[in-house]
């Protein structure tokens, strides 16, 4: 029982930690990320979903990973069965469903990152770890998909872009 009460204040604590970071709806939220030119995260969750609660708790509520976002991203969540909810992209608008379809979405949690201009780079399906996603949104911070770099060699140099600046 002492375990379980134990575990209890420590994904509290996590999931606090994590409430603070500013989510917004996604018009929004892609406006603010151009205008300030920072890349966009979309989350996209549903309600019954495990796995979006542990990556809350776990991936978002790390103080690293909510660090990292509150300073260098735009984030936004989409309730991907919401079919009431709608959003405008590129000129077209969607409900939360059709989004979630269009940006191929076939699994929760999956998280979608945009570049500065607002252009889709990727979704990542499943839940992160957090040292993992640390990595990851240091991988699209700073541009390494665009130098035609695989998350796996960004890995593999330790969170480096260039030739030359490779950690050994």
């Known amino acids: 029982m002492r ?56 991936t978002f509520g790390d103080p690293e990973v909510a660090k990292t976002l509150a300073g260098d991203f735009v984030l936004c969540r989409i309730h991907a069965e919401d079919g009431k909810a709608s959003l405008r992209y590129r000129d077209a608008t969607y409900s939360n469903v059709q989004f979630t379809q269009a940006m191929g979405v076939r699994g929760f949690p999956s998280v979608a990152f945009f570049d500065k201009e607002g252009n889709a780079v990727t979704v990542v399906p499943g839940y992160i770890e957090a040292q993992t996603f640390i990595y990851m949104l240091s991988y699209v911070r700073d541009g390494c998909y665009a130098r035609q770099m695989s998350f796996q060699e960004f890995m593999r140099r330790k969170g480096e872009c260039d030739e030359e600046g490779a950690k050994d």
């Open 3 to 58: 375990r379980l009460g134990q575990a209890l204040i420590v994904l509290l604590a996590a999931s606090a930690h994590g409430a603070d970071l500013q989510w917004l709806p996604f018009d929004e939220a892609y406006s603010q990320a151009i205008s300030e030119g920072k890349p966009l995260l979309v989350d996209f969750y549903t309600d019954w979903c495990h796995w979006c609660k542990v990556m809350d708790a776990k």
